[in-house]
């Protein structure tokens, strides 16, 4: 696809996602009606409805893309284009009355992440971007953080639901970074930890456990402003990789450096 061909789609999955969104948040969710995936995992009605409806409506917008969604609707393509698509980052905040989720949806070819766009319903604000055309907010272009240094940087991280597998050694470099910035935040959407990095209200988010569809749209979103986005040991592959490591980029050598100290390259 063109530059152009992409900004036009973007502006479609844009509309899409507004539509989505303002559905999501005229409905109410009482504790008592989510339902378990895996422990600590909830899934509600309105995750699958706006899954069901965001399939749909991409579906029209590119018929030759398979898709990777969260609540398992549509068929991968391998090899191919695929939209990854999260209907509701931070069911658990959604579910509890915590006004911090949204709606996330990429587009990858391959592994590389090519379009992404990520709507707060709760704040309007709409963040997306596309290969080779910078990242916006709102409409208005948007940029990471000029800070340089681990100690002047706010950063987001978050923790599994259920892969404790690495707990230990992940808890023990929360400790370090809690000592060595400015501050450690933890919003409960992974999506919206990677669009307020781009957008410069994060130096960094980091974190492990993740799926493809929490860091789809975000990956190409922080790139397209100006940051960087690597797993934990430099690797290329942040979407479909095992960990997640997303800052300004003026700032990732010294993150990725306290991070291997936990986390063996």
Known sequence: MTSQELQDLTNNVIELSRSIGEWMISQRIDKHMAEIKTENNLVTYVDKESERRFVEGLQMLLPEAGFVAEEGSGTPKPGGLNWVIDPLDGTTNFVHGVPVWCTSIGLTDENESILGVIFDPNRNEMFSASRGN???????KIEVSSIN???ASLLATGFPYDDFGREEPYMHLFKKLMRSTRGMRRLG???????WTACGRFEGFYEYGLNPWDVAAGVVIIKEAGGKATEFNGGDNPVFGEDLNCTNGHIHAELEEVISLFFSK
């Open 189 to 195: 959407s992974a999506a919206l930890d990677m669009a």
């Open 149 to 151: 240094i681990l100690s």
């Open 134 to 140: 910078g990242a916006f907010l709102n409409g208005q």
